[in-house]
């Protein structure tokens, strides 16, 4: 019998990089996406395109990184 494992982006990060990773999306995500990733931050209404509400549409991690590194047009 073979084991099933979830998909890698489906793996839980370390604590020290969950942390990380709050501490980067507040300073850098949230005045857009919103403290709980809504699409509701206090930037939100100057932008020309809505930000987009994590809550409804989650990208995969690839892309999450991918606009992590290079941010998006």
């Known amino acids: 019998v073979r084991a ?5 982006e489906l793996a839980v990060p370390p604590p020290h990089l969950v ?14 996406h919103g403290v709980s990733g809504e699409g509701d931050g206090s930037a ?5 395109i809505a930000p987009v509400s994590f809550r409804r549409q989650r990208p995969s991690a690839a892309h999450a990184l991918e606009v992590l590194r290079n941010g998006i047009d």
Do not use: H, I, K
């Open 4 to 8: 099933m494992s979830a998909p890698r």
């Open 19 to 32: 942390d990380l990773g709050a501490r980067v999306y507040q300073a850098n995500c949230a005045q857009c």
């Open 44 to 48: 939100a209404a100057e932008l020309a």
